[in-house]
C-alpha cells in the first residue's frame, strides 16, 4: 500500500512565528502519525529557510522556537521544499539555504497537492 502524502504551506516566517512554529509542528505531528509530509514554503516562509536566518528569532522562555520545531520536522523525516521563483525574486541561492531544505517549482506544489490526501494552509 502506498504511504498517504500530506502537504503543509508555509507562507509565514518571523513576521508571523506562531504560524511557522505551528505549521512545522503539525507537518512533525502528520511525519509522525504515518504520512508522507511536505512543507513547500513560499514567500517569507522561504526567509526562514536561509542559513543564520532562523538566529534572528526572538526567544521567549518556555515556549519553543521556529529552529526547535523546523529541527523535529526534518528529525520526523519531513520533506521541506522551497519556492525557486521566491528563490529569485528574493535573490537567494540553493547554497543560501539550510541542509536538507531543497528548492522546487511552483508547479511541483500542483503536482504535490494533486498526489496528496491533503493540502493544509495555516494562518
Known sequence: M???KLVFV???GLNYPD??????MMASLSANLGFKTTVFCVQDGVDIMKKGELDKEEEKPGLPTI???LREALDAGVEIL???QTMVNKKIKEE???ENVKPAGAATLIFLAKEAKNVICIG
Open 19 to 24: 504560524i511557522a512554529k505551528t505549521t512545522l
Open 2 to 4: 502506498e504511504q498517504e
Open 10 to 12: 508555509l507562507s509565514k
Open 67 to 69: 529552529k526547535q520545531r
Open 82 to 84: 522551497v519556492c525557486s
Open 96 to 98: 543560501d539555504l539550510l
